[in-house]
């Protein structure tokens, strides 16, 4: 960006030097009443092909930030599509380990009443221990979405520089 703000302020440099000698010979053909002489002349068509030069470097330099501006405009926005993605990422795997440490508690919650009950006088409630294996098997699955958003970052990750090997490996 930086070469393309000096190459407009030397475009600029060259027109306003290109405009004060076309200034200066415009004066020189007001005080000569005759018309234009044949150096004056020569004069006045080095200048307009000095400015056609300007003008074209102008436009291309012009076109070329176009150019430029397009490509950041795109990639920025490929860069807040990915954002936005590793942000729902993110989100997706904060609900899973909410989720995981919920069951964990209940479970721990579920194995301290059997403890509790077995040691009071040896006998375990059915429903007590359905409990905990309910716990526990909600916490397995907790655990199995947390690793599956995981897996699914990793894989995510790998799929840009899998498809560029394959890309340099089919070139």
């Given at each position: 960006?930086?070469?393309?703000?000096?190459?407009?302020?030397?475009?600029?440099?060259?027109?306003t030097?290109?405009?004060?000698?076309?200034?200066?010979?415009?004066?020189?053909?007001?005080?000569?009443?005759?018309?234009?002489?044949?150096?004056?002349?020569?004069?006045?068509?080095?200048?307009?092909?000095?400015?056609?030069?300007?003008?074209?470097?102008?436009?291309?330099a012009?076109?070329?930030?176009?150019?430029?501006?397009?490509?950041?405009?795109?990639?920025?926005?490929?860069?807040?599509?990915?954002?936005?993605?590793?942000?729902?990422?993110?989100d997706?795997?904060?609900l899973?380990?909410?989720?995981?440490?919920?069951?964990?508690?209940?479970?721990?919650?579920?194995?301290?009443?059997?403890?509790?009950?077995?040691?009071?006088?040896?006998q375990?409630?059915?429903?007590?221990?359905?409990?905990?294996?309910?716990?526990?098997?909600?916490?397995?699955?907790?655990?199995?979405?947390?690793?599956?958003?995981?897996?699914?970052?990793?894989?995510?990750?790998?799929?840009?520089?899998v498809?560029?090997?394959?890309?340099?490996?089919?070139?």
């Open positions: 960006m930086n070469d393309i703000s000096d190459s407009i302020a030397e475009l600029e440099r060259r027109i030097a290109a405009l004060e000698r076309i200034g200066a010979g415009v004066e020189r053909r007001l005080v000569a009443p005759s018309g234009p002489s044949a150096a004056t002349q020569v004069e006045l068509d080095r200048l307009r092909e000095e400015i056609d030069e300007e003008r074209m470097a102008t436009a291309q012009n076109e070329r930030l176009r150019v430029q501006r397009e490509r950041y405009e795109r990639a920025s926005g490929e860069l807040r599509a990915e954002i936005e993605r590793l942000t729902r990422q993110v997706d795997q904060a899973a380990m909410q989720r995981l440490v919920n069951s964990t508690v209940q479970m721990r919650e579920e194995l301290r009443r059997l403890r509790v009950e077995v040691q009071a006088g040896g375990v409630d059915a429903a007590l221990i359905n409990k905990a294996m309910a716990a526990e098997l909600e916490a397995l699955a907790a655990l199995r979405d947390a690793e599956s958003a995981e897996l699914a970052d990793i894989v995510a990750a790998l799929t840009p520089i498809a560029a090997e394959e890309a340099r490996s089919h070139a």
